[in-house]
């Protein structure tokens, strides 16, 4: 059984920076692709960042230049780095494991926390 645990969500000012951290469970970890999602109010989940067991990442172009997703197999943790944030970046954010990752077509397979809040005001 894999159980994630997302932390770091609050209330920051557009332009400013926040770090998400994911804590995974189970042994797997080492071998599995990791990725952040996020549902904005009203909107549909999306994909935002994956990275692959061995390091390589992928972004939503959205995203490109301002977040960086990282993880550290030995402590079984992903991390959502967040830079210059803007108010259209307010949304619920999930951690996700062990998914199918496309920044085209929703999946929602995988293990998933349970969410953390992330408000940028303008």
């Known amino acids: 059984q894999v159980q994630l645990v997302e932390s770091g969500g609050g209330l920051v000012q557009a332009g400013g920076s926040l770090r998400l951290s994911c804590a995974v469970s189970g042994s797997i970890f080492s071998i599995i692709p990791m990725g952040w999602y996020r549902q904005p109010p009203g909107k549909q989940r999306e994909l935002v960042a994956v990275i692959a067991s061995r390091g390589s990442t992928r972004y939503t172009d959205s995203v490109k230049g301002r977040f960086t997703i990282s993880r550290d197999n030995a402590k079984n943790m992903a991390w959502l780095q967040m830079n210059n944030l803007k108010p259209e970046d307010t949304a619920v954010y999930y951690c996700?494991?062990?998914?199918?990752?496309?920044?085209?077509?929703?999946?929602?397979?995988?293990?998933w926390g349970q969410g953390t809040q992330v408000t940028v005001s303008s």
């Open positions: 996700n494991a062990d998914g199918a990752y496309s920044f085209t077509t929703y999946n929602p397979s995988g293990y």
